[in-house]
């Protein structure tokens, strides 16, 4: 056969296969009114898993494909039957009667000492606010918790150091709303209490981020390093000892803050250092033009769970940005997701998807629709 006499074959099964899609749409809608009837759920993992299994087996060499062509058909039978009896109800109320404001923004909690880099990123996701200072990720979410923090500022991403895993395991713990989003550069530099040439510095104090952020500087000098709570502790701690041959990594506004001279700029391996701070609260509310969401569910052990749960995000055209998975405590080997999104959850195609997946998923949270800049 010539090359257009298949693509005729293949033109012609397309015109068989497409009444037979629609027939079983149409199917699928009469098993929603059913389920509305009867009170249903509207997912069946063990009629869907019957159904896989049959049509592998009858596949042949083609079983893998056959599953996920089955599977993508029943996503899309699923969400048409969410979609008719508005599955997701208290999610969508919860959306759609969102405030634009948070009703205080004036105490921000944040992690380190004044001239820490989460200080600066409060003075530009809330500037006038009144930073609240703390040592530890964990005082930051319970200041949110019992209310003597309006919100809380977190870095959870460094271009190089990469994700703040403890932050996101509190997200998925305290399971607040994140409300803003910003990126900020960050410039480290090496700073000490008296001028000296850099090779006399034997000792480097400084968070564990920048600590990674500036590992080729480190070793090329050979530093010994001691974990800080934040930079500009480390920072003040330099200052206050005085120590010949300490030093600290932290930013230049942190080093001017505490009098310490700035022995080399720019130390960090990248040019392009940056980290991605969130704002959280513990009530929901969507700034005006907000672009990004984040959410958050655990799978089933099953082959397939987070191909076709990522599937849904491509049908519906909305971009993943980001997804970590981090293991649920007390568990052995179970995961939950964190999903970064671009959209607007009031836009009616993305509250179809997010209110379908909030019925379907186990340990499902919408975590918030904020504005970020990219
Ligand atoms: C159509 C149904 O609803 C869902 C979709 C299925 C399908 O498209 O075949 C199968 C099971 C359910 O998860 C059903 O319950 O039969």
Do not use: W
């Not at 899309?76 to 009667?97: D, F, P, W």
């Not at 104090?205 to 930079?231: D, E, G, K, M, W």
């Not at 907000?290 to 655990?298: M, R, W």
């Amino acid at each position: 056969m010539t090359l257009e006499e298949v693509r005729k074959e293949i033109d012609a099964i397309d015109q068989q296969l497409l009444p037979l899609f629609l027939k079983r749409m149409d199917c699928a809608k009469q098993v929603a009114e059913i389920k509305r009837e009867q009170h249903l759920p509207v997912l069946n993992s063990n009629r869907e898993q019957e159904i896989l299994d049959n049509m592998a087996q009858h596949a042949g060499e083609y079983a893998g494909e056959a599953r996920i062509l089955y599977s993508n058909l029943m996503d899309m039978s699923r969400a048409l039957q969410h979609n008719l009896l508005g599955s997701g109800a208290e999610l969508r109320e919860l959306v759609q009667n969102a405030e634009h404001a948070p009703a205080r923004a004036e105490r921000i909690a944040c992690l380190g000492v004044s001239g820490s880099f989460s200080h600066e990123a409060v003075k530009h996701l809330y500037p006038g606010a009144e930073p609240l200072f703390f040592d530890n990720f964990a005082a930051i979410f319970a200041a949110v918790a019992d209310g003597r923090a309006d919100l809380g500022v977190l870095p959870v991403e460094n271009s190089s150091a990469g994700s703040v895993s403890e932050v996101y395991d509190l997200i998925l713990r305290y399971r607040f709303y994140i409300v803003a989003a910003e990126t900020l550069h960050i410039h480290n530099c090496l700073a000490a209490a008296q001028e000296c040439p850099i090779s006399e510095i034997h000792l480097a104090y400084s968070h564990p981020q920048p600590l990674a952020q500036c590992s080729n500087f480190i070793a090329q000098y050979r530093f010994q390093t001691v974990p800080c709570s934040a930079t500009a502790a480390a920072a003040q701690k330099v200052a206050k000892e005085r120590t010949p041959g300490t030093a600290a990594i932290c930013s230049e506004s942190a080093a001017q803050e505490y009098g310490l001279h700035i022995l080399a700029k720019d130390i960090q391996n990248s040019a392009n250092n940056c980290t991605r701070f969130i704002a959280i609260n513990r009530h929901m509310f969507i700034p005006e033009g907000a672009n990004k969401i984040s959410l958050c569910f655990s799978l089933p052990h099953r082959t397939g769970t987070l191909h076709s749960v990522l599937a849904r995000f491509a049908t519906a055209g909305l971009n993943l940005t980001k997804i970590e998975s981090r293991p649920i405590p007390g568990k052995t080997f179970e995961y939950d997701f964190y999903l970064d999104f671009t959209g607007n959850a009031q836009e009616p195609h993305t509250l179809n998807l997010i209110a379908a997946l909030s019925d379907e998923l186990p340990r499902f949270s919408f975590l918030g629709n904020y504005r970020e800049q990219e």
